[in-house]
């Protein structure tokens, strides 16, 4: 079984492999397995930055170890937004201005191909590199503060309290901006070989997608607040034409 990079083989572009859009703003965003999946315009990239949850952020530390966290992040325009601690290392160890590298991922289906060597995932993904800078002016540290928040719920911002000075001076804010990027796409159906069709065994595509569930209220919440539409109807952006939760 491959990875979601795709299937092995070495074939050129077929089902399952969208178009590639555009041209690499450099060559370490370039494509290079099945580079037909790739695609290199912002509306693609910009789409699953901010579908997705969760990114993960890769840095080289001065001892010359590989370190990989997940976070949270939230993109206004052409800047990407990360926090943390101020205590967290790769926060303080980054916000020299070394390069990272941050990736993201959609998982949209399991392949399932008559053979294990073809079986893959369709998912979307996009990787950034940049070179992160803090974000020191107040008035950038609200606008990041708000737009993470809203990244994660869609009409929180306009509720929750915002942070207060002391926690501010516990929080560190990165920018990174988005432009050297690229992303990948896998869809449709499992591609086997034309001697496996034949094969007494079940092929396709199992979709996946996140859906929440019913909203637990905090033990010591207030009995007179009803839950809010964002949480009760909650959706990721770009998928408010889907049926049903997702």
């Known amino acids: ?14 089902e399952g492999s969208p178009p590639s859009e555009g041209s690499p703003p450099s060559e ?19 789409a699953i930055v901010d579908e997705a949850l969760i990114c993960h952020l890769a840095w080289v530390t001065d001892e010359g170890y590989p370190r990989v966290i997940p976070t949270i ?14 205590a967290s290392r790769t926060l303080r160890g980054i916000r020299d201005g070394r390069d990272v590298c941050v990736a993201f991922t959609l998982l ?26 803090e974000v020191i002016d107040p008035d950038e540290r609200l606008l990041a503060q708000r737009a993470i928040v809203e990244h994660v719920a869609q009409g929180r ?19 990174i901006p988005i432009e050297e ?23 396709g595509v199992l979709p996946l997608r996140l859906v929440p569930g019913e909203p637990e209220p905090a033990p010591d919440l207030r009995e007179d607040l009803p839950t809010p539409g964002y949480v009760t109807d909650y959706r990721r952006p770009g998928t408010e034409g889907d049926a049903g939760p997702v």
Not at 73 to 86: F, K, N, P, Q, W
Not at 157 to 175: G, K, P
Not at 185 to 203: I, Q
Request: hydrophobic fraction near 30%; glycine fraction near 8%; charged fraction near 30%.
């Open 1 to 14: 079984m491959t990875d979601a990079t795709g299937e092995g083989g070495g074939r050129g572009p077929s």
């Open 108 to 133: 949209d289906g399991l392949v399932l191909a008559r053979s294990a060597f073809h079986h893959s995932m369709n998912y979307r993904s996009v990787v950034v590199y940049g070179r992160p800078r």
């Open 73 to 86: 992040h939230a993109r206004v325009d052409d800047t990407l937004y990360l926090h943390g601690s101020t």
């Open 157 to 175: 911002a306009a509720e929750a309290r915002m942070s207060n000075r002391r926690e501010l001076e516990q929080t560190t804010f990165l920018a």
């Open 181 to 203: 990027a690229s992303a990948k796409v896998r869809t449709g159906p499992p591609k086997d070989d034309a001697e496996d069709l034949d094969l007494h065994v079940w092929a």
């Open 28 to 46: 370490r965003t370039r494509v290079r397995r099945l580079p037909e999946r790739g695609a290199y315009d912002r509306d693609t990239i910009d």
